[in-house]
């Protein structure tokens, strides 16, 4: 009788666990790349176990070829083949042969099926079963080879994080679940990849390039927003989120992704910088690429690639709507870690990603790979979407003043506000590391500004179609405005400041000044002002003054839902003269304090207690709301705790019961939502042990 199978054991369990895909679940098949994984081939009785007699055969996507790399025709033989599928026996008897195989380092990743059969004669084929195979960090020749343990495991493993949120003078960190190990996850990534236009057009092209992570990595960014194709987000930054979720009240992506797969592929509402990065480093990390979120606070939006922001004033104060360009308050990208053989040597590394749809890319809402370095270097002709990158983190901000006759006067250029404190968690801790010198040269230095100006004539060898003019020097003045904080703001109280003039000149000036605040949205638009004054001082030469002011919380409360921040500008003109001086100041109001206490030590499936408190620290009553929370690994499913109301200075307390199913460092993250303001935050790390 010939070799004859009658059943396969994958050996799930010891696999993924050398695979480092145990997480996921064990049973299944989940495999990374260029590792070798083991089979046991179950005999039929009187079957002759000559295995130098049959070969395999591993194929992916809809029409695999050999000429494409999505199928493999292989013998069991000797040693594993460096770039090749292989297989050699590790033992064998008369009722079973135990096989070590081997998937090359630069195989696509995807679902595949295992088949067997005989290498000479008719071709008899039976199938052994199926897998998913996912690149692999810790492979040395794997695109996306990572080096250090505690980077793989905060990249790749890490189920949890840290998003930077605020604005560049005071920002913080929330909790954020990415559950990439979630176990029906990696098949809803699949399919993410599996809707993509690339797949439609040309299924087989599109599942060969599946083995390069640049590729791939392109897919996804284009995949996670929703223009242009079936991706993900629907994003929105507007104030009426009715009919979806309001970007800042997402914990997590699982819930997302689950939506949008159980949906037919249709858009979850809503997304905004940081859930679009969020979602689409879970996505990444599952399909094996070491990923991480980044921020960048005063970031650009360069919409004519000349690297200069252009922001207009009327002479009364007020932010005119005059000019696409932008700065955001922050924006939140992804790096992503691999080689980059399509580019000159020194480009491998730190790759951004950004799957926010701001500007098309080759026709693609899409953003990236860019490599980090480049962009450091200010070598804008790099692909992929450098100049974009570039000009996010180190454009030069130009600021007119419009007159009332529609004029414009330049009067003030920042080289140093685009790009600061450059963020993103430090690996193994809830910390924050500064990335910026990764991104650019000290403000102000030489070697920065030679970047910025190799920068622009890359960008004039490329072909950019408007000629970029050197930026003006700052504008000196004799008149200096500040403005200053008496103390941090707080939601539901008045926000008091003082605006500190110096008059350089050698005469006594009138000034007629101007101070409107107006809520920001965290892209940097602004709404119409909700306070406004307007006062004429005079000031002595070579003298200097304070002014206090106050916004009452009655004039800017409505306006805080949405992103918590208030954008403050005087100008000060001065009389008898057309000379005007300009300052501006972008203040974060904080909002009550949301505090979660874990009772106890966890346990793996053991029930244990958390305490969540909130204080309603505002003079009136809260109402509608509603307390949200949730936790990979230690909640099944989110708990949604409705409060009618809560009074002044009144205290809440609400204790859960938790279960944890996964051991490890976990997040608890909750969420407090009503009508005075939107989605308070808090988290808390959980580390989870065995039961011994």
């Known amino acids: 009788m010939t070799f004859a199978v009658s059943s396969t054991d994958f050996h799930y369990e010891a696999n993924n666990k050398a695979h480092h895909t145990s997480e996921i679940t064990g049973q299944r098949l989940i495999l990374r790349r260029g590792q070798a994984f083991t089979i046991t081939l179950n005999l039929h009785r009187g079957s002759q176990p000559e295995v130098d007699k049959v070969q395999l055969i591993a194929e992916t996507g809809p029409s695999p070829s050999e000429a494409s790399g999505t199928r493999a025709v292989f013998r069991v033989s000797g040693p594993p083949i460096r770039s090749s ?183 979850v509402k809503y997304g905004q910088c940081w859930v679009y990065a969020a979602v689409m480093c879970t996505v990444m990390r599952c399909l094996g690429i070491p990923t991480r979120t980044i921020t960048n606070f005063d970031s650009a939006h360069d919409t004519d690639r000349n690297l200069t922001i252009d922001e207009y004033y009327s002479v009364s104060g007020q932010e005119l709507k005059l000019s696409s360009d932008s700065v955001w308050n922050f924006h939140v990208w992804v790096e992503s870690w691999m080689t980059r053989p399509d580019l000159p040597a020194g480009y491998d590394g730190w790759q951004v990603l950004d799957p926010t749809p701001q500007e098309k890319s080759e026709g693609v809402y899409c953003c990236g790979p860019a490599p980090v370095k480049a962009i450091l270097e200010g070598d804008t002709n790099i692909k992929h979407d450098v100049p974009f990158v570039f000009a996010e983190v180190n454009a030069d901000k130009v600021r007119w003043t419009v007159g009332s006759d529609g004029s414009k006067k330049k009067s003030y250029s920042n080289t140093r506000q685009v790009g600061s404190n450059i963020s993103t968690k430090a690996v193994g801790a809830n910390a924050r590391e500064d990335v910026t010198r990764f991104y650019k040269y000290p403000e102000g230095s030489k070697k920065e500004r030679d970047v910025f100006a190799k920068a622009v004539c890359n960008l004039k060898s490329t072909g950019t179609p408007r000629c970029l003019d050197a930026p003006p020097p700052a504008a000196s003045g004799v008149i200096e405005l500040s403005i200053k904080l008496q103390k941090t703001p707080v939601n539901g109280e008045d926000i008091t400041f003082y605006l500190h003039i110096v008059n350089k000149n050698q005469s006594s000036k009138n000034l007629s000044i101007t101070t409107v605040a107006q809520a920001l949205r965290h892209n940097g638009r602004p709404e119409d002002p909700c306070w406004k004054n307007t006062q004429t001082i005079k000031i002595g030469a070579n003298g200097e003054t304070k002014v206090t002011l106050l916004v009452p919380y009655s004039k800017y409360g409505a306006s805080m839902l ?16 057309n000379e005007m001086h300009m300052t501006e100041k972008d203040v974060l109001v904080t909002n009550p304090t949301l505090s979660i206490e874990v009772k106890g030590t966890a346990v793996l499936h053991q029930e244990i207690k958390a305490e969540i ?80």
Not at 166 to 192: H, M, R, T, Y
């Open 85 to 267: 599928w292989s297989a050699a026996v590790q033992n064998s008897s008369s009722s079973s042969v135990t096989l070590s195989v081997t998937s090359p380092a630069n195989a696509s990743i995807g679902k595949y099926s295992l088949k067997i059969q005989a290498a000479k004669g008719t071709p008899q084929t039976s199938a052994l079963g199926e897998f998913i195979l996912l690149f692999n960090p810790w492979c040395a020749d794997d695109s996306v080879h990572m080096q250090k343990d505690n980077e793989k495991q905060e990249y790749v493993m890490n189920e949890q994080g840290l998003l930077y949120r605020g604005c560049a003078e005071s920002f913080s960190p929330s909790g954020w679940n990415f559950g990439q190990f979630e176990e029906d996850i990696v098949d809803i990534c699949l399919k993410l990849l599996d809707v993509s236009p690339n797949y439609s057009t040309n299924p087989g092209l599109d599942c060969s390039k599946r083995s390069d992570p640049t590729y791939v990595g392109r897919v996804v960014s284009a995949m996670v927003n929703c223009n242009g194709d079936r991706g993900i987000l629907l994003g929105h930054w507007g104030n009426d989120y009715r009919g979806g979720t309001p970007p800042s009240r997402w914990t997590g992506s699982v819930e997302i992704l689950r939506q949008w797969s159980l949906n037919g592929c249709r858009p």
């Open 562 to 577: 949405e992103n918590n921040i208030v954008k403050l500008t005087a100008i000060a003109k001065e009389e008898g003269s």
């Open 613 to 692: 408190t909130f204080t309603n620290t505002l003079s009136e009553t809260l109402r509608n709301c509603l307390l949200t929370l949730s936790g990979i690994g230690l909640i099944r499913t989110k708990y949604e705790i409705p409060i009618r109301t809560v009074g002044p200075n009144n205290l809440v307390r609400v204790t859960i019961p938790l279960t944890p199913t996964k051991p490890g460092s976990r997040m608890l993250t909750a969420d407090f939502d009503c009508n005075l303001f939107r989605d308070v935050k808090a988290f808390k790390t959980v580390e989870v042990k065995r039961a011994y």
